[in-house]
């Protein structure tokens, strides 16, 4: 079949199934649509044949449910991104694309059976309403949710709802013998697409990017503006890359970062590159070519970049990364991206659904495409040189300048089974629990390193957690892996204190040998 063909009868079938809606007998079903759509489509079986079943079937067919039945198969036929987005998955869609939802702006963990807040959003629905991290959900107005066996998205969906509505929680309080009962007015939440920005080495910045939405730019901007003067007491993980303004190098870390909104990533690549260099450029199937260009007016052109990136960068972080490399403004370290080139526009339907479509291509300023092979789709595998003179390799995705393998040393199986049986998860949970005051008053990188250089029993505490877990210690094994575990159970109890998103990261960056790389290149760039 001509993919034209499948085209036009899918947005006839999904715009109100084959236009008119048949409902009663007629003696030629298919000249009712004569002259409403062109020859190919009309003399196609599958188009004749919905046209019979309206017409002919001995029983009444729902149209909207063989719709709803097909339009993902049908959709399937064509790329591995083209898809069909039922009503009932649109609300989510949309909160990833506008960076935002309604709710009661809480971060919580089902891993014991019962929610456990782990964060508040500041100044959110809950904070305001006083509850506090370390609360178990109990119940949710008259339901019953602790030790119920639930699904987490059943308990996200129970706590969100229209903005201004109203939510019980029923709350278990560590120190508190009888259910705290708190009201909560719901209201707007941010999806914030910048995880953290801090310092991770003297005038080295590190930014984490999770995903694209319509806020990232803003976002990003505001993560590298120098914020105002804080005491070291002050700090706070949102409020920017403290000392910026000497900042000799960035880290961009795009890893895990599976793509968003389009011009997003155009808007970021423009702030490190001068005017004039191309940052991408699509092209349809008419070979119809958009090029996007920077205009000269980004505040960071000069200083020294590195990007991180590995197998699940898609999409948007593929575009910034490769815009980067091949204008020879930033050192790519990682593994190869995910090679998800293929644009796609939404078009919205009379009932709330829409079709997400493929209609065009992605390509890297030199000319590489960045989608990868897929069914009959053959990727181009020609070189591209740099203006700088690197050569690059084609065949979808964008291949680092510095490959870093998955690093497994140290793995053993006692560290695969605490991890995989959340054991080391519930841990930091009760450890948090145990040390909740001093946690909760940790508000600086520093503060977390001395907490934990006062605990020199952290790693043997866990370990004879895990044994009353069932996980008999194997002593050989656990002393390969304790810088991992070391370094994991530092970053998840600090994720757990007012720092989030920052102290998980600057913890880990003992074990993650991508990041010291990265550290290293630009200090070597650095030196005069």
């Known amino acids: 079949m001509r993919r034209s063909g499948w085209i036009v009868m899918l947005v006839l079938v999904a715009a109100g199934f084959l236009v008119g809606r048949f409902t009663s007998r007629v003696a030629?079903?298919?000249?009712t649509l004569r002259g409403t759509v062109s020859d190919n489509v009309r003399d196609n079986k599958l188009w004749r044949a919905l046209a019979l079943i309206n017409a002919e079937y001995v029983d009444p067919v729902s149209t909207d449910s063989l719709s709803e039945a097909m339009l993902p198969t049908l959709l399937q036929q064509l790329d591995p991104f083209s898809t069909y987005i039922?009503?009932?998955e649109m609300q989510g869609v949309q909160e990833m694309i506008e960076g935002g939802f309604d709710g009661i702006g809480v971060a919580f963990n089902m891993m014991t059976d019962t929610a456990v807040v782990l964060t508040l959003i500041p100044s959110g629905p809950s904070e305001r309403a006083g509850v506090r991290t370390g609360d178990r959900i109990i119940r949710i107005d008259d339901s019953l949710v602790a030790g119920q066996k639930l699904p987490q998205l059943n308990v996200v969906r129970m706590l969100r709802g229209p903005r201004d509505t109203k939510v019980k929680l029923g709350l278990q309080r560590e120190g508190i013998s009888q259910p705290v009962e708190i009201e909560i007015t719901r209201g707007p939440i941010p999806l914030h697409s910048v995880e953290t920005a801090f310092m991770i080495a003297d005038g080295i910045g590190y930014l984490k990017l999770s995903q694209f939405t319509t806020t990232s730019y803003g976002e990003v901007k505001k993560a590298l503006s120098p914020p105002p003067k804080l005491s070291p007491a002050a700090k706070h993980p949102r409020g920017g890359l403290e000392g910026v303004e000497e900042m000799r190098g960035l880290i961009l870390d795009l890893r895990g970062n599976v793509g968003g909104i389009y011009d997003?990533?155009?808007?970021?690549?423009?702030?490190?590159?001068?005017?004039g260099a191309m940052i991408v450029y699509t092209e349809d199937r008419n070979r119809r070519?958009?090029?996007?260009h920077s205009n000269g007016k980004g505040a960071y052109?000069?200083?020294?970049?590195?990007?991180?990136?590995?197998?699940?960068?898609?999409?948007?972080?593929?575009i910034l990364a490769g815009a980067l490399q091949d204008n020879d403004r930033a050192t790519i370290i990682g593994r190869q991206s995910f090679g998800k080139g293929l644009v796609q526009k939404q078009i919205p339907f009379e009932d709330s659904t829409a079709v997400r479509l493929t209609v065009a291509r992605y390509y890297t300023p030199t000319g590489r495409s960045i989608q990868k092979p897929y069914g009959t789709y053959v990727a181009d595998t020609v070189s591209r040189v740099t203006p700088g003179g690197r050569v690059l390799q084609a065949g979808g995705g964008i291949m680092p300048d510095v490959e870093m393998p998955v690093d497994t040393l140290g793995v053993t199986p006692y560290l695969v089974e605490v991890v995989y049986r959340n054991i080391l998860s519930r841990y930091t949970l009760d450890y948090t629990d145990r040390h909740r005051?001093?946690?909760d008053n940790i508000t600086s990188l520093a503060q977390l390193d001395a907490f934990f250089d006062r605990d020199k029993n952290l790693v043997n505490d866990f370990v004879r957690y895990a044994a009353r877990q069932g996980v008999k210690p194997n002593y050989k094994q656990i002393a390969e892996s304790r810088p991992i575990l070391e370094a994991q159970l530092r970053a998840n109890i600090g994720r757990n204190t007012p720092l989030g998103a920052t102290?998980?990261?600057a913890e880990a960056y003992a074990i993650d040998k991508t990041m010291q790389r990265a550290v290293e290149i630009l200090e070597k760039q650095s030196k005069p």
């Open 437 to 439: 005051v001093a946690l």
């Open 289 to 292: 070519r958009v090029e996007e």
């Open 28 to 31: 030629n079903p298919l000249a």
């Open 264 to 275: 997003q990533s155009v808007k970021i690549a423009n702030e490190f590159l001068p005017a």
């Open 86 to 88: 039922p009503k009932s």
């Open 301 to 318: 052109q000069h200083v020294p970049l590195v990007v991180l990136i590995d197998e699940h960068s898609a999409s948007a972080s593929e």
């Open 503 to 505: 102290a998980l990261h």
